[in-house]
């Protein structure tokens, strides 16, 4: 890949700064609201439509992300706050990759929670492995542009050492953090009910 343009730091730096976040003000709601728009449900399906309908991904459905919430439905989240980051601050990412690239940045298809789960290599060490295993099966299921695969190698930074090399990889990587945000004080905030964690 090639280096961050100025114009790349400037959108990154906007991205970062996240002044007066407020934990009792913030609307962890804001997930339902964009999976009912129809617009975004529309993007999905346009840009990732043979991801999400493909019997490999559907598998993440069997297994639990946050509280109750889905790695499919976390998945679904991130390429939904991702969209709404790039459009939001106008950093003009490349939204097919954008899309694409969340979708499958936890792909790695076993039962993090549970230490015996099959392709579970590392199971203290979730964190830090996982992206690499979703790449690999990404790679094995899907034909991946090398935006797509530096957001799914790289959303998990800072624990993984390199940081993010475009601007799609920055805004998943944000739209990670914000949607497991989201989705954790749905918890607190009683929104789920159920606490599989």
Same mark, same amino acid.
């Given at each position: 890949m090639h280096r961050l343009s100025e114009k790349d730091r400037e959108i990154i730096k906007k991205i970062l700064d996240v002044k007066g976040y407020?934990?009792?003000?913030?609307?962890?709601?804001?997930l339902n609201k964009l999976?009912?728009?129809?617009?975004?449900?529309?993007?999905? $399906?346009?840009? *990732?439509?043979?991801?999400?309908?493909?019997?490999?991904?559907?598998?993440?459905?069997?297994?639990?992300?946050?509280?109750?919430v889905t790695v499919y439905e976390h998945c679904v989240h991130v390429a939904l706050c991702a969209i709404k980051l790039n459009r939001k601050?106008?950093?003009?990412?490349?939204?097919?990759e954008l899309i694409r690239g969340a979708l499958l940045h936890d792909y790695f298809l076993y039962d993090w929670h549970n230490a015996d789960a099959p392709g579970?290599?590392?199971?203290?060490?979730?964190?830090? $492995?996982?992206? *690499?295993i979703a790449l690999k099966n990404a790679t094995r299921d899907f034909t991946l542009s090398e935006r797509e695969k530096d957001i799914i190698r790289k959303h998990m930074w800072p624990l993984?050492?390199?940081?993010?090399?475009?601007?799609?990889?920055?805004?998943?990587?944000?739209?990670?953090?914000?949607?497991?945000?989201l989705e954790t004080l749905?918890?607190?905030?009683?929104?789920?009910?159920?606490?599989?964690?």
């Open positions: 407020d934990p009792d003000t913030f609307d962890p709601e804001l999976e009912k728009s129809e617009e975004y449900r529309s993007l999905l $399906y346009q840009n *990732g439509g043979d991801i999400l309908l493909s019997e490999k991904f559907t598998m993440l459905k069997e297994f639990i992300q946050h509280g109750n601050l106008g950093i003009n990412a490349r939204e097919r579970n290599i590392h199971p203290k060490l979730h964190g830090f $492995y996982h992206p *690499g993984t050492i390199n940081p993010p090399r475009c601007r799609e990889a920055w805004v998943v990587c944000l739209a990670d953090k914000y949607s497991s945000t749905k918890l607190r905030k009683g929104k789920i009910r159920v606490n599989y964690a």
